[in-house]
Structure formats: structure tokens, C-alpha cells
């Protein structure tokens, strides 16, 4: 029998010559309760998270999608300032701690406010605004405590096979959800 029937007669997915259990989102899910739920009260992203959101309150849609769109201009320019003060923040350099600790296991890590924009990065993403995708609909759009793990799929830069999963994130001293992160999960080291 061959790996790819037997991966078949198991109930596995065969990408690229590597077998995935179908069901990715227990093991997704238990990776992440162990291992961030414990990390996202921190006062550093909490305090980050109120402070957007403050600042941010009386923008519009028309000035989000500004934003982005300055922020889409900037991933193909040669100076990117409101890149560069995203990715400089503590925030930014705290989630990029968590994932190079996470041992290869997060493959990208980004918090948004109560809008859905970058708060925080460990890495550039493409756009700005998230609050059109799934990924915030279903984390903060959800409510506390909210969980999405979306499907597996290759990372283009990493060539490795990743869910995003997202997460509502609620203020410890209010249980008012307050924003969400992102995490691209390595599913090939689960």
C-alpha cells in the first residue's frame, strides 16, 4: 500500500507528501489553550489593545480604509513609517518574543482592536485592516472567549502547512472583549 492510501484508509490528507489528520482544529485549539490563552492578559497587550481603541474611536470607515490602503502602499514601498512604527511598538516586539520561543510552532502573530485593525505584529502583514475577514468576524465578532481556527493551508513564505487561528481578547478587569489576535500554528509540529 502506498503512504498516500495509506494516509487515505487512515482519514489523513496528503499536502506536498506529508499526511494531516483532517480534524486540525482539536489539536489547533489545544496548542493554543495551553500554550497563548496564559499570555493574553498581559498588561502589556491589554493596555495596548485600550489604548488603540481609545485613540481610534471616532474613525469611520472611510478613514479604516484610508489607512489600509496607505498601509497596502507602504508593503511595496521603499519607506514604510506606519509599518515601521507598528513593528517598532512593545506590543510588536512582545509577540515576537512569544514566537520565537514558540519554537517554529507560530509562524506569525497579530493583535487588532475592536475594529479590526494592527495593534501589534510580529511580522508585516499584508494589509492593515482585518475587521472584513473572518479571522476578526468570528474571534471578536464572536464574544468572549471566542475561538476560530480556519482551514490548513501552505504558507507561501515558510512553505510550511499552517492554521490561522483567532481569538477574541476581553479586558481582565472588565470581561469586555477588547480585540483579538491572530497566530499562524505550524500544524506539521503538532
Same mark, same amino acid.
Given at each position: 500500500?502506498?503512504?498516500?492510501? !495509506?494516509?487515505?484508509?487512515?482519514?489523513?490528507?496528503?499536502?506536498? !507528501?506529508?499526511?494531516?489528520?483532517?480534524?486540525?482544529?482539536?489539536?489547533?485549539?489545544?496548542?493554543?489553550?495551553?500554550?497563548?490563552?496564559?499570555?493574553?492578559? @498581559?498588561?502589556?497587550?491589554?493596555?495596548?489593545?485600550?489604548?488603540?481603541?481609545?485613540?481610534?474611536?471616532?474613525?469611520?470607515?472611510?478613514?479604516?480604509?484610508?489607512?489600509?490602503?496607505?498601509?497596502?502602499? *507602504?508593503? *511595496?514601498?521603499?519607506?514604510?513609517?506606519?509599518?515601521?512604527?507598528?513593528?517598532?511598538?512593545?506590543?510588536?516586539?512582545?509577540?515576537?518574543?512569544?514566537? *520565537?520561543?514558540?519554537? /517554529?510552532?507560530?509562524?506569525?502573530?497579530?493583535?487588532? @482592536?475592536?475594529? !479590526?485593525?494592527?495593534?501589534?505584529?510580529?511580522?508585516?502583514?499584508? @494589509?492593515?485592516?482585518?475587521?472584513?475577514?473572518?479571522?476578526?468576524?468570528?474571534?471578536?465578532?464572536?464574544?468572549? !472567549?471566542?475561538?476560530?481556527? @480556519?482551514?490548513?493551508?501552505?504558507? *507561501?513564505?515558510?512553505?510550511?502547512?499552517?492554521?490561522?487561528?483567532?481569538?477574541?481578547?476581553?479586558?481582565?478587569?472588565?470581561?469586555?472583549?477588547? /480585540?483579538?489576535?491572530?497566530?499562524?500554528?505550524?500544524?506539521?509540529?503538532?
Amino acid at each position: 500500500m502506498s503512504c498516500v492510501a !495509506g494516509a487515505a484508509a487512515l482519514g489523513l490528507t496528503v499536502f506536498g !507528501g506529508t499526511a494531516l489528520a483532517q480534524d486540525h482544529v482539536g489539536p489547533v485549539t489545544d496548542y493554543v489553550n495551553a500554550n497563548v490563552l496564559p499570555w493574553l492578559s @498581559d498588561p502589556l497587550i491589554v493596555k495596548a489593545i485600550n489604548d488603540q481603541n481609545a485613540a481610534n474611536a471616532s474613525l469611520g470607515q472611510a478613514e479604516i480604509d484610508t489607512l489600509d490602503q496607505k498601509w497596502r502602499a *507602504e508593503t *511595496e514601498a521603499g519607506s514604510h513609517p506606519m509599518i515601521d512604527e507598528v513593528l517598532g511598538n512593545a506590543l510588536s516586539k512582545f509577540l515576537a518574543a512569544r514566537q *520565537e520561543e514558540s519554537a /517554529g510552532m507560530i509562524a506569525e502573530a497579530f493583535v487588532m @482592536d475592536d475594529k !479590526g485593525l494592527n495593534v501589534g505584529q510580529s511580522a508585516v502583514t499584508s @494589509d492593515y485592516w482585518q475587521g472584513d475577514e473572518a479571522k476578526w468576524q468570528k474571534s471578536y465578532g464572536a464574544g468572549a !472567549g471566542a475561538i476560530f481556527v @480556519d482551514d490548513v493551508e501552505k504558507d *507561501e513564505s515558510t512553505q510550511a502547512l499552517q492554521s490561522q487561528v483567532s481569538i477574541a481578547i476581553s479586558d481582565p478587569a472588565t470581561d469586555k472583549v477588547i /480585540g483579538a489576535i491572530t497566530l499562524g500554528i505550524n500544524v506539521e509540529g503538532l
